[in-house]
């Protein structure tokens, strides 16, 4: 999976955490419109390639189209929600189908970036922070959506999603890019109540 296709799935997760939390209003922006879209990790520096979400990738969405070029276009709904699920289950991420297991996020996270804390922090708390609002989330979309059972459930995408809005939220200031756009995402992110 080339590094656009990954931005663009991490881009789909973070509207997809826009998606399943309904829009506040705001002081000083409209959170009814959302400014220019911003690659989020133009903005805030994530963890980089990341083998496990490669291979997932390939798994659930194939190789490209068909004719050796790389396919850049956001997965459908339910392919972003077996990604998530697989990406969270092969990571050993998920200590049951709806319930994280922390202690091996943290271990995982500070095995992977020995040399920055800050980071580990961050996706820690992200993730801590997510998980009883993607519980709370996945119980009200079952409760709406009884008769149709989703092929994977959508509590690794609602976790995935929120995880990466926490940490834009909360991006440490090494990995924060200042400009104008980025500090407008931002702003809208934290003024408008998206993510935890």
Known sequence: MSTSQMRAVLTYFF?????????AFGQAIDCQR????????????DGGRDPIAENCARQIMGNGNGNGQANN?????????????CILTTSKYKQDANQLNLNV????????FANDSAYVEAMTNAFSKCEPQSQRR?????????QQQPKCSPFSAIVL??????YFKNCPAQRWTQSAECALAKTFVTQCGLGA
């Open 15 to 23: 509207m997809l955490a826009v998606a399943f939390k309904p829009f």
């Open 138 to 146: 996945l119980a009200a979309i079952q409760q709406l959506n009884v």
């Open 105 to 112: 996020i943290r271990n995982d996270l500070s095995m992977k």
């Open 34 to 45: 959302p400014p220019r879209l911003v690659d989020p990790a133009l903005c805030c520096r």
């Open 161 to 166: 999603g929120c995880t990466y809005m926490e």
């Open 73 to 85: 276009e956001p997965p459908s709904l339910e392919a972003a929600t077996c990604l998530a699920e």
